[in-house]
């Protein structure tokens, strides 16, 4: 497993890396482009393992522990996992996108105005404990309760999006406690200090009231703008979480301040387990009673008023550097060409899937650097197309030849119908038609002359090899066809003259007469289409 290499415009997977967002101590996070069919696009976020951070083989085993309890928390308050894979040896993690920020950041932005007000704090509080109840719920398969324990619970690792929703991220070092694990030794403390309880800092068992404790702490910061542990020096932290003495009331610093709501904040940051509330439910609960206020239906609009008063320009700057990051991506891959190729991962995780839904899509890879160059199934997938691409040309070549050929059928057949005179009204067989032919007079100069340029005009006839390959019933076709040619009218006496004639009147045919038979399209006839057959 590694993480060198990686960088924006990177492919992993079916996920282009277009710009890092954050970066923790363990891994880093980007803003990625998921590829579907037909052009689909959706943004992600994708989480690499730092290179070098601690022995690999045991952070790929945490990695893979995280997507497999995250994978399995379905609820509107979890960032949602999407899915594990590896590509050319980076282990990555594809999650939810939250157009949002971190609550850390928001309440450092929130101290310059004055901080957070108190429904809205309350609320993300709440919204808070309904996730991590969700996840302190999850069981397996026979529904045996996992027993699941965040054990990070921080501003940092809480999500406020623009649309006023917050969402618990990042279980990296979350424990299943039911499970046997090697991944925490004895004595190992995992967390951020300042919002540990006591019994992980002991190195303790843990349990759900262990991220109680922590949200307790977090709504007390929220509230009241004051963190109630944190010392100068982490040593002053340790000792104040540690000591029996209690928490100083948050009436201290704010006058009005809920006597109800301050004492679900005591309960929730009692030291001794037993005296918390068992349950984040319950203590959600306690602060829907403290204050219905921060509850009401429109509190997420309210929410979500405030993020954009808050920090609305660096949302609009991050999704415009965003869009440059995937411009700037497409730019590179049209002027260096691309590869349509469908990617899969691969190496000594399988390419653990943790998303039922999640499917194979195509990717385009750029030929640059950074991006991963055609693998052995690449030059595959692409011998493949390049055979349906000249399929598609066979076909496209043979449809344009038929139409060609119908176009010069049908003009054929329409220059033989203006051209062909008006046959004999009696034609009772053909030996008949030859007779009359023979004993008709000669045809005049002027007629002579207009069959000669007509005969002139078509292309020479084959040779007798030629015609012995038609098809039957070709001479007879033709001879019917050069007799209604040649069987001319005998010229009347005022065409004889000199005079011009005048126009008559066709004649009715005579009742009981046998038409004679007309070239048709069909015929193989060489004075109707020019001998091309």
Avoid at 158 to 170: E, M, P, Q, T, Y
Avoid at 345 to 367: E, I, N, P
Avoid at 407 to 430: I, K, M, Y
Avoid at 515 to 526: E, G, I, Q, R
Wanted: net charge neutral; with cysteine.
């Amino acid at each position: 497993m590694k993480e060198t290499g990686v960088g924006e415009g990177q492919v992993l997977g079916r996920y282009e890396l277009l710009l890092r967002v954050a970066q923790g101590g363990m891994a880093r996070v980007w803003a990625a482009r998921l590829h579907g069919t037909r052009g689909f696009r959706k943004l992600v976020a994708v989480k690499t393992i730092l290179p070098n951070v601690m022995d690999s083989q045991r952070l790929e085993q945490m990695f893979l522990e995280e997507a497999t309890l995250a994978s399995g928390i379905h609820h509107p308050n979890v960032v949602d996992t999407i899915e594990l894979g590896e590509q050319d040896g980076v282990l990555f993690m594809a999650l939810e996108w939250v157009d949002g920020e971190s609550l850390s950041l928001v309440m450092q932005e929130a101290n310059k105005v004055g901080g957070v007000p108190l429904p809205i704090g309350v609320n993300l509080v709440v919204q808070a404990c309904k996730g991590l109840h969700s996840a302190h719920e999850l069981a397996d398969e026979t529904g045996a309760p996992l027993g699941v324990v965040h054990r990070d619970v921080s501003p940092h690792n809480v999500l406020v999006s623009f649309s006023g929703i917050a969402k618990v991220v990042d279980f990296g070092i979350a424990k299943a406690t039911q499970r046997a694990s090697t991944l925490t030794e004895a004595g190992e403390v995992k967390g951020k200090l300042a919002y540990m309880a006591p019994e992980q800092i002991r190195g303790r068992a843990v349990d759900r009231r262990t991220d109680v404790f922590a949200l307790g702490t977090l709504l007390y910061q929220l509230t009241t703008g004051r963190h109630p542990w944190k010392g100068d020096h982490p040593g002053e932290t340790t000792e104040r979480l540690c000591s029996d003495r209690p928490v100083t009331p948050p009436s201290a610093f704010c006058d009005d301040y809920p006597e109800a709501l301050e004492a679900a904040v005591h309960k929730a940051l009692e030291k001794d387990p037993d005296k918390r509330f068992p349950t984040a439910e319950r203590f959600l609960v306690a602060l829907e009673e403290a204050v219905p206020s921060s509850l009401e239906g429109n509190a997420e609009a309210r929410i979500a008023e405030f993020m954009q008063k808050l920090v609305g320009p660096r949302g609009v700057e991050r999704r415009k550097q965003i869009r440059l990051a995937g411009d700037l991506l497409d730019q590179r891959r049209a002027l260096s060409g691309t590869v349509t190729t469908t990617t899969g991962t691969s190496g000594s995780t399988g390419a653990v899937a943790v998303d039922a839904g999640a499917s194979s899509s195509r990717l385009s890879v750029v030929g640059q650097p950074g991006i991963t160059g055609m693998t052995p199934s690449i030059r595959v997938e692409r011998r493949r197309l390049d055979k349906l691409v000249w399929a598609a040309v066979a076909v496209a070549f043979a449809g344009g030849f038929g139409f060609f050929a119908r176009r010069t059928l049908n003009s054929g057949q329409a220059t033989s119908a203006s051209a062909a005179p008006v046959v004999a009204p009696e034609l009772p067989t053909v030996p008949s038609q030859v007779a009359t032919a023979s004993a008709a007079p000669p045809p005049t100069a002027a007629a002579s002359a207009a069959h000669a340029s007509t005969e002139s005009d078509a292309p020479p006839e084959r040779d007798a090899s030629s015609r012995t390959k038609s098809k039957p019933g070709f001479h007879a076709v033709r001879a019917v066809a050069l007799h209604g040619v040649t069987a001319t009218p005998a010229p009347s006496p005022a065409a004889a003259s000199g005079t011009p004639a005048k126009s008559e009147p066709a004649s009715a045919p005579t009742p009981g007469a046998v038409a004679a038979p007309k070239p048709s399209a069909n015929a193989w006839d060489p004075s109707t289409f020019g001998n091309r057959y």
